[in-house]
């Protein structure tokens, strides 16, 4: 990475435009309102800081010390797209911390980009309430052949038609190559090269926005990948006090924990304020160490609110976390972390465990039958108590707490990808187990996330994908992965990470739409979620008004949906054979408005009553793996 440097080096002062707050002076670079470029950047490891421009207008000018550790000036005749680097101690010259564009790769010089030259066409959107959200989650790179932003939009309309409210893309911050998840990126502000980078991230938000859609980006502050992070050479942006499982720990709060508060706080805004994004889905906050009285997720979520107040826009934080702690999303004026939602995986787990008869690893949780009507009840199915996975009691109790603060599914990019061979749910049941599990996730008083291609079986596996460079790295990932899957006792040779066959099994194949059964599974799929968009009783996310019971002698799951005028009711037979009961209402007549086995959803014809006017004494049969919808009329 070393190169030569210029001699043309100026000690450059600092105006009194750029004497403001502190808090006002954003990191990076920053293209300023007379056509000037402010330069900012924390390196509290470095004696001098230089700006280095690449190309015709090639010059290197030190940076004013400006205290904390910062850097910072103003360059004039420096237009959007020029290149640049920093200069570390006149040795070193490396890319920005807080870049906003890597065209050539994460060990690249950085290109300053502007994001107010971008003219949105919907200036207008506001947002939507988090009880609207049917989110749908896909990875750019594998969502189309072309991997691209650019190719995505075109498919917007086939999603927004099948009933989704939200799209949530996995992270899009610059990583090494161009295949991976996106939880290896290295430079947190900077959109991936191959996807299109920034200007087509905006387009794509903007498209988004256009069909009345969320747009939700996926962020890692956690952890940042291995190859191409230069963070250390500018300040203590790692501790060595914690271990995550991906990589070093983040330092939140030792020695110089503030400024990296503050990087990470300020990335949150810029693609909400900047870039507009709608909701932020933080990966993993249970590896975010944080002992702080007011730690970092608690400034997080402030900001954001501040935010929120200040523009009028509906904005959300959406945290994954393991720990089952209700703290995450409970406000901060009671002293929680303020998060807006959390994905909560015992919904996922529960039914996956019960459709499937996996109990290896942490599957073995939920083997008890009782564990699938806790999680959509009450969100944790634990709430304290001993977890056999786990060796400890985990989790406090979630009953009370509102059904839109829940992102439930029954896949996603982990549960699926982190399988030794990528299996999607489809490829593990049957056909109709798929319906069940479909009907479960779009009935429940929560959030549900699809993940893509799964409205139509996509037979194209989801793996784990990258690119690096480094052998030792590559190694290393293939190592771990094995360690992974040995806890579930799979057996056999996982793919290959690094090679591009394995991420080019992962794209979807998206004619399977149009063939049958994907096509009645797709039409399944978009029935239910008309009804959920539709029926007043399962419009309102009111876990209170809803119940879910497993019959007695039967292995059907009874789940209501109560409302004073017209209430719900789902019956689902969780077995592959049929289930003989009375009919679970005692009283009013009741319309079935959806029968599973109906030819439309490629079943053999419908087997429920059209009406149930004596509900007492109806005595009904489940076929294997049916359900049946009704409405008290």
Not at 444 to 468: C, N
């Amino acid at each position: 990475m070393e190169k030569g440097l210029s001699t043309n080096m100026v000690t450059m002062t600092v105006p009194d435009s750029l004497r403001q707050p502190e808090s006002a002076r954003q990191l990076g670079a920053n293209v300023l309102e007379d056509g000037r470029v402010s330069f900012r950047v924390w390196a509290p490891r470095c004696k001098e800081v230089g700006v280095v421009l690449i190309g015709s207008n090639a010059r290197t000018q030190i940076l004013k010390a400006a205290g904390k550790g910062y850097f910072e000036g103003i360059l004039d005749g420096v237009a959007p797209g020029a290149r640049y680097e920093f200069l570390l101690d006149r040795s070193r010259r490396r890319p920005d911390p807080a870049s906003r564009f890597q065209p050539d790769g994460v060990h690249g010089a950085s290109q300053i980009f502007h994001p107010a030259q971008y003219q949105r066409q919907t200036s207008g959107w506001m947002g939507l309430g988090l009880d609207k959200y049917v989110l749908y989650e896909l990875h750019v790179g594998t969502f189309t052949g072309e991997g691209t932003f650019a190719a995505v939009i075109p498919r917007l309309d086939e999603v927004k038609d099948l009933g989704v409210t939200a799209i949530e893309i996995m992270p899009v911050a610059q990583f090494p190559g161009n295949r991976n998840w996106g939880y290896d990126g290295v430079a947190p502000y900077a959109v991936q090269n191959s996807y299109g980078g920034p200007l087509e991230l905006q387009k794509f938000v903007d498209a988004c926005h256009a069909r009345g859609l969320a747009a939700v980006l996926d962020v890692v502050y956690n952890h940042l990948g291995p190859e191409g992070n230069y963070h250390a050479e500018f300040g203590p942006y790692f501790t060595n006090h914690y271990h995550t499982p991906w990589g070093q720990a983040l330092n939140f709060d030792g020695p110089g924990s503030d400024e990296v508060v503050r990087y990470f706080v300020e990335n949150a805004l810029y693609w909400l304020r900047e870039l507009q994004f709608d909701a932020l889905r933080l990966d993993a906050i249970h590896g975010i160490v944080d002992r702080n009285a007011r730690p970092f997720l608690q400034i997080l979520s402030a900001e954001v609110e501040a935010l929120r107040r200040e523009t009028g826009r509906q904005i959300f934080l959406i945290a994954e976390s393991d720990l089952n702690d209700r703290r995450v999303i409970l406000p901060q004026s009671i002293e929680g972390l303020g998060m807006d939602a959390q994905w909560s995986d015992d919904f996922h787990h529960s039914l996956h465990a019960r459709l499937t008869g996996e109990d290896s690893g942490y599957y073995a949780d939920y083997s008890d039958h009782a564990c699938l009507p806790k999680a959509i009840t009450e969100g944790y199915v634990y709430t304290g108590q001993y977890s056999r996975s786990r060796r400890r009691r985990h989790g406090n109790p979630s009953a009370d707490l509102p059904g839109q603060q829940f992102v439930i599914c029954t896949q996603n990019h982990d549960q699926v990808g982190n399988r030794m061979l990528g299996e999607r749910l489809s490829r593990l049941v049957s056909f109709d187990a798929v319906k069940i599990a479909a009907g479960l996730l779009l009935l429940s008083p929560a959030v549900p996330l699809i993940f893509m291609g799964e409205e139509y079986a996509e037979s194209a596996p989801f793996q784990y994908f990258t690119s690096h460079s480094d052998r030792d790295l590559i190694e290393a990932v293939r190592k771990g992965r094995r360690e992974e899957f040995s806890a579930f006792g799979w057996r056999g040779e996982a793919p290959d990470p690094q090679s591009e066959a394995t991420f080019a099994a992962c794209v979807l194949h998206w004619s399977l739409r149009e063939r049958s059964p994907h096509r009645e599974l797709l039409d399944f799929y978009r029935e239910l979620l008309n009804l959920r968009r539709t029926l007043p009783a399962l419009q309102r996310l009111d876990k209170a008004a809803s119940s879910a019971e497993l019959l007695e002698g039967a292995d059907v799951l009874v789940l209501r949906r109560n409302h004073a005028v017209q209430p719900a009711l789902a019956i689902l037979n969780l077995e592959p054979k049929a289930a003989h009961f009375l009919f679970p209402a005692a009283s009013g007549n009741w319309m079935n408005l959806l029968d599973s086995r109906d030819r439309r959803f490629g079943g053999p014809g419908k087997s429920l009553p059209m009406v149930i006017s004596e509900p007492a004494d109806t005595h009904l049969t489940l076929d294997e793996h049916q359900m049946g919808l009704f409405v008290r009329t």
